[in-house]
């Protein structure tokens, strides 16, 4: 085949893809009108609220299995596309519910949270976002700077400090982070604060060494607390799709993952992977990050969560 | 869940091997899987509809290697679909392209976190030890805290210059400062690095398609991460729209993602991946190779290897099976349509006297000359044929050419020049066979091809103007 041949086959093929996308938000506009009419609940449209839910990164498994079990009794029964939404976002949330689950602080001095996640998730956000709300619910909160490993990781979060009016125990860059966790730790029991939010390096779960380096974190931390670290958030980013269920499976069976944060849900990306990974491993969801700034940290809603899956 | 789709998938792939052509049922029966695997792979939804749409096409009526099941037969050529679609192309130059007047403005964008600090530097350290190139680096990025002093740490690790911190100055400020600074201080690249955005967010796109339009970029790279999931659709359509994007760098592919964004992003935007990132350290950047991701997202990595053998047993007893014939002098149209099929896939027949030493006048020659529309009206002819006819071409006389003509929708006088061209061939054919050089008839038209250029001396057969 021609060089040629094959370039413009595979702009028509672009193209067409475009089309397809266009038509694709032509339906969905199409359909807000369609969407009131009531018509019987056949294989089309289970194919289209199916596709709805893989496009929120939910899996091709969960999407399926789920609009199996919701369409069962439902089949054939007159019923509007938005009553058929409505009844998945209803199903999805009760999913959801068991998992929506604050974080609570323990009466520890001080409460120790580990967060934990893969690189650029948004654990340093995070921590600056739960740091300048407990301190303004009156809590002593202190932070450890635990990124000693990418460039200008520590300034970041000095910069979080700073904001929430919170200290920072931080070291040089390139520093132990076990180390620096430990001094964190002792410091934080000395000033008798409530609350040592540990921020930690980035790393990819199948990287052994790295996550080898969270043990030792642990190790270490336990010398001054047998039971700390109290709580361990895992940072998952909204537009991660599938990859989630490794990072979670990973993260819990290295280093006891206690609940989950899921930030960037201000985007476009729905986080619907966490359907699948709520009926996994059942770890409490504690709160979406939706924004960049401090006052955009939000508790887990699973019914909101579920609406905005839906459409709804 | 990775497993459970394994042993569904392996329930489609074990049944009976089957020569002949793939049938609807076998290729439908095998997308339906290979479309859960790519979804599983993050491959977004209408990404995948027209892949798999693209493919089935393709794959309907393809001839079953032997030894093969159908299913694994089409797991191949989704195979080489993904290649090919995530291919630039050839001709394309792998890495960035820096053919402007110095300074070459580059602009990075893409989400927060994606990891465009981390490739700005690393691109820079690149450009500069491996390409000699003069590097200036600019942030952004007024929004992310410390984001600026992250640069300008990573410039002082890798050895290239950052353009100084000036505290309150806007985006399109800075683009303009360090451009004006590559030019007055002789840089070649100007690498700028931006903040993260989302791609519904207007404020921060219309920010960054200002700076866009001030710095008139040469080269935009989208640095995505290689676990993004279906959102990879919505953030390729936003900054292209926004900023035409001419490339993507993607992230993270030292992780255990499947990567399927890689083909959402590619498919959207038209553009080529430049650079993978595969490491947090400077020098974790890699050209991307469509191979190496291809078997990644398809995650069949097993199944394609296995068929991929099969073609060359195949591949090597057709050969031999050739030969033999064309010893005794026998060469049919199903030879023809063989060896014609085999051409389709190397690429025209310029390509393959490119291949053959002391050929390089007659390449030119038969540059642009050679279109795959008259191999393809070729085998449209033969396959209207009957099994007799294809083994006896003497037989086809006047009614038989008509016949063969209107199955095909093409003109009696189509039939007699594909006649001509078999009959042609198959005189060359005795005359290689004389020469007794087993080596040449290995290589089957490639070697006919040596045969011809001395025996005839006119224009080869199915060169052909489009
Ligand atoms: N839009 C948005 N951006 C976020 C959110 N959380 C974090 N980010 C951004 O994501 C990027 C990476 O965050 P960071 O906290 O440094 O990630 P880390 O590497 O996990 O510590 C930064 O640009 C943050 O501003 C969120 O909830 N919404
Ligand atoms: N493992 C790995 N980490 C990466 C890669 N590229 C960037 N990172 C990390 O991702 C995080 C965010 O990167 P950064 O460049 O700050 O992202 P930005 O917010 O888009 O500028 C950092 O921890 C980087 O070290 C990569 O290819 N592999
Ligand atoms: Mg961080
Ligand atoms: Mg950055």
Known sequence: ?312 | MFEKLQERLNGVFDKLTRRGALSEADVDEAMREVRVALLEADVALPVVKDFVAKVREGAVGERVVKSVTPGQMVVKLVHDELVKTLSAGEGVEPGLDLNAPAPVPILMVGLQGSGKTTTTAKIAKRLFEQRGKRVLMASLDVRRPAAQQQLAILGEQVGVKTLPIVLGETPVAIAKRAIQMGRLEGFDVVLLDTAGRLAIDEELMSEVAEVHAAAKPHETLLVADAMTGQDAVNVAKAFKERVNVTGIALTRVDGDARGGAALSMRAITGCPIKLIGVGEKMDALEDFHADRISSRILGMGDIVSLVEKAIETTEAEEAERLAKKMQKGEFDMNDLAGQLKQLQKMGGLASIAGMLPGLGKMQKQLEGRVDDKVIRRSLAIISSMTPKERRNPDLIKASRKNRIAKGCGMQVQDVNKLLKQHLEMARMMKQVSKLGQKGLMRSGMAGLMKGGAGGMGGPPPFGGRR
Not at chain 1, 12 to 27: I, N, V, Y
Request: proline residues 3%; hydrophobic residues 45%.
């Open chain 1, 1 to 312: 085949m021609t060089l040629e041949t094959s370039e413009t086959e595979k702009r028509g093929w672009f193209q067409r893809l475009k089309a397809g996308l266009t038509r694709t938000s032509t339906k969905i506009t199409g359909s807000i009108t369609g969407i009131f009419t009531k018509k019987k609940l056949d294989r089309a449209l289970l194919e289209e609220l199916e596709e709805a839910l893989i496009a929120a990164d939910m899996g091709p498994a969960t999407a399926a299995r789920l609009t199996e079990a919701l369409a069962k009794d439902r089949f054939d029964k007159e019923i509007t596309e938005q009553e058929v939404r409505e009844v998945f976002a209803t199903e999805i949330a009760n999913i959801l519910k068991p998992v929506a689950q604050p974080l609570v602080l323990s009466d520890r001095e001080p409460h120790v949270v580990l967060v934990i996640g893969v690189n650029g998730s948004g654990k340093t956000t995070t921590i600056g976002k739960l740091a300048q709300n407990y301190k303004r619910a009156g809590k002593n909160v202190m932070l450890a700077a635990g990124d000693t490993f990418r460039a200008a990781a520590v300034e970041q979060l000095k910069i979080w400090g700073e904001r929430a009016g919170v200290k920072v125990v931080a070291r040089e860059a390139g520093a132990d982070a076990a180390g620096l966790a430990y001094d964190a730790l002792a410091a934080a029991k000395a000033e008798g604060a409530d609350l040592l939010l540990i921020d930690t390096a980035g790393r990819l779960q199948n990287k052994t060494d790295l996550m080898a380096e969270l043990q030792k974190i642990i190790r270490v931390i336990r010398k001054l607390d047998p039971e700390a670290p109290h709580s361990t958030l895992l940072v998952l980013d909204a537009t991660t799709g599938q990859n989630a269920h490794s990072q979670v499976e990973i993260f819990k069976a290295m280093c006891d993952v206690t609940g989950l944060v899921i930030t960037k849900l201000d985007g476009s990306a729905k986080g619907g992977v966490l359907v699948a990974l709520a009926e996994k491993f059942k770890l409490p969801v504690h709160a979406v990050g939706v924004g960049e700034t401090a006052d955009d940290l939000r508790p887990f809603d699973a019914e909101v969560f579920a609406k905005d899956l839906m459409d709804v």
